[in-house]
């Protein structure tokens, strides 16, 4: 049985360190590029419905820059994350002494 | 001078008023195609209808097209944003309540038995819309209907496509739903029934922009044997709605938010008066005994009438 010196036994144990860290630090990449190909895989771009946190009715409005008459959305709601509406006018329908085109009503 | 022509569409009247009465034939066209298109694809008695077989695969996806894809989802819109009392996932309580077939056949029928529904709340809320597949999945056991919202939607889209093709203003009514497009000022009569003689008394004023919807519990109605039932689902009891309001009309930015408006505040009930106050909505609210409200800037019923 052959004596190893010290040195070379410390020599050998350094090689065996690097070449199992140089290991492990290729499998940790492998195995990240694979996990993150499945997340990608598995999402997809949706519109899905969720449930409004909100406890006061709101509304998602187009903006306007003519429109004289509102949308849904309430007058000073803290509740409005989706609106781009913020102040409103009040709606300006008047009586009209003309003879009437259509009707509005149930059906 | 306006020209006026009117059809039977989607179980209901549509009609279509231009200035020019060499537009009239024109403008008639194009929403006849319209309707057809969205009958074809949001009707829930067309057992062929987009909508119909969604309903039949609750639960699973379902291919679907663009317009039906954007009735879906401005239906769940207005679920959102009225929390929920506006629900288009009422469709199997509607059937149980015995609205199951076409209206005409519904009051043709002499009684119904009203049917048992478990109602799962907020199924809307579970309605996945994917706009890129083109594809709808309704929650397993929840059936569409898209009354509340659908006619509206193609009032206002009818309104602007006739407005931008005849370089216009136009008044567009499917059933008492009336959107305007273009610059122009339409004398409107209200009445309780959209079918209503336009020389009637009553209030008349005039709408420049968006829309203007009533809603009433008092025409849809057929014989049960609980007595009278009608459209107007309350999503909190999955049972027609009892209501303080027989009619409830509301000027908006469009005749899918008026629609919308006044249907929920049909449910709201005396609540109603402040949610559309907040909202600075011209309504006017006609209560079962007759009396009347006016609120956000609606004009007085005697300037009016």
Same mark, same amino acid.
């Given at each position: 049985?052959?004596?190893?010196?010290?040195?070379?036994?410390?020599?050998r144990?350094?090689?065996?360190?690097?070449?199992l860290?140089?290991?492990?630090?290729?499998g940790a990449?492998?195995?990240?590029?694979a996990?993150?190909g499945?997340?990608?895989?598995?999402?997809?771009?949706k519109?899905?419905?969720?449930?409004?946190?909100?406890?006061?009715?709101?509304?998602t409005? $187009? $903006?306007?820059v003519?429109?004289?008459?509102p949308?849904?959305?309430?007058?000073?709601?803290?509740?409005?994350?989706?609106?781009?509406?913020?102040?409103?006018?009040?709606?300006?329908?008047?009586?009209?002494?003309? /003879?009437?085109?259509?009707?509005s009503?149930?059906? | 001078?306006?020209?006026?022509?009117?059809?039977?569409?989607?179980?209901t009247?549509?009609?279509?008023a231009?200035?020019r009465?060499?537009?009239l034939?024109?403008a008639r066209?194009?929403?006849?195609?319209?309707?057809e298109?969205?009958?074809?694809?949001?009707?829930?008695?067309?057992?062929?209808?987009?909508?119909s077989?969604?309903?039949q695969?609750?639960?699973q996806?379902?291919?679907?097209?663009?317009?039906?894809?954007?009735?879906?989802e401005?239906?769940?819109?207005?679920?959102?944003?009225?929390?929920?009392?506006?629900?288009p996932?009422?469709?199997?309580?509607?059937?149980?309540?015995?609205?199951?077939?076409?209206?005409?056949?519904?009051?043709?029928?002499?009684?119904?038995?009203?049917?048992?529904?478990?109602?799962?709340?907020?199924a809307w809320?579970?309605?996945?819309?994917?706009?890129? /597949?083109?594809?709808?999945?309704i929650?397993?056991?929840?059936?569409?209907?898209?009354?509340?919202?659908?006619?509206?939607?193609?009032?206002?889209?009818?309104?602007r496509?006739?407005a $931008?093709?005849?370089?216009?203003?136009?008044?567009?009514s499917?059933?008492?739903?009336?959107?305007?497009?273009?610059?122009?000022?339409?004398?409107?009569?209200?009445?309780?029934r959209?079918?209503?003689?336009?020389?009637?008394?009553?209030?008349r004023? /005039?709408?420049v922009y968006?829309g203007l919807?009533?809603?009433?519990?008092?025409?849809r109605?057929?014989?049960?044997?609980?007595?009278?039932?009608?459209?107007?689902?309350?999503?909190?009891?999955?049972?027609?709605?009892?209501?303080?309001?027989?009619?409830v009309s509301?000027?908006?930015?469009?005749?899918?938010?008026?629609?919308?408006?006044?249907?929920?505040?049909?449910?709201?009930?005396?609540?109603?008066?402040?949610?559309?106050?907040?909202?600075n909505l011209?309504?006017r609210?006609?209560a079962?005994?007759?009396?009347?409200?006016?609120?956000?800037?609606?004009?007085?019923?005697?300037?009016?009438?």
């Open positions: 049985m052959r004596n190893e010196s010290p040195v070379a036994i410390r020599d144990a350094s090689r065996r360190v690097r070449r860290t140089a290991l492990a630090v290729g990449t492998a195995l990240t590029a996990f993150s499945i997340a990608a895989g598995s999402t997809h771009t519109t899905h419905a969720k449930t409004a946190p909100a406890p006061t009715p709101t509304a409005t $187009k $903006k306007t003519t429109a004289p008459v949308s849904l959305t309430p007058n000073g709601s803290s509740a409005t994350p989706q609106s781009q509406t913020q102040t409103q006018q009040p709606t300006q329908v008047t009586p009209s002494p003309q /003879a009437p085109v259509a009707v009503g149930g059906s | 001078m306006t020209a006026t022509t009117s059809f039977r569409a989607l179980g009247t549509a009609l279509v231009v200035p009465r060499s537009d034939v024109h066209g194009i929403l006849s195609a319209q309707l298109e969205l009958d074809r694809a949001c009707s829930r008695f067309r057992p062929d209808s987009q909508l077989r969604v309903n695969r609750a639960g996806p379902v291919r679907v097209g663009r317009l039906l894809g954007d009735a879906v401005a239906a769940v819109a207005a679920a959102r944003d009225t929390c929920g009392l506006v629900d996932t009422l469709g199997a309580n509607l059937r149980a309540a015995g609205y199951d077939r076409t209206f005409e056949l519904v009051q043709a029928r002499d009684s119904w038995t009203l049917q048992p529904v478990v109602h799962t709340r907020r809320a579970r309605v996945e819309l994917d706009r890129n /597949a083109s594809v709808i999945r929650p397993f056991g929840c059936q569409l209907d898209l009354g509340a919202t659908a006619k509206a939607l193609a009032a206002d889209r009818a309104a496509t006739i $931008k093709a005849l370089e216009s203003s136009v008044l567009v499917l059933g008492g739903d009336i959107a305007v497009a273009g610059e122009g000022e339409w004398p409107i009569r209200i009445a309780e959209h079918d209503a003689p336009l020389d009637g008394d009553g209030p004023i /005039a709408l968006g919807a009533t809603s009433t519990t008092t025409v109605r057929w014989r049960t044997d609980h007595g009278n039932a009608h459209h107007l689902i309350d999503p909190r009891t999955g049972r027609p709605a009892r209501t303080c309001w027989r009619t509301v000027a908006a930015s469009s005749c899918l938010d008026a629609n919308i408006a006044a249907t929920a505040a049909m449910l709201l009930g005396e609540n109603a008066i402040e949610w559309l106050r907040a909202r011209a309504s609210l006609v079962n005994d007759g009396g009347v409200i006016h609120v956000g800037g609606w004009p007085a019923e005697a300037e009016a009438a």
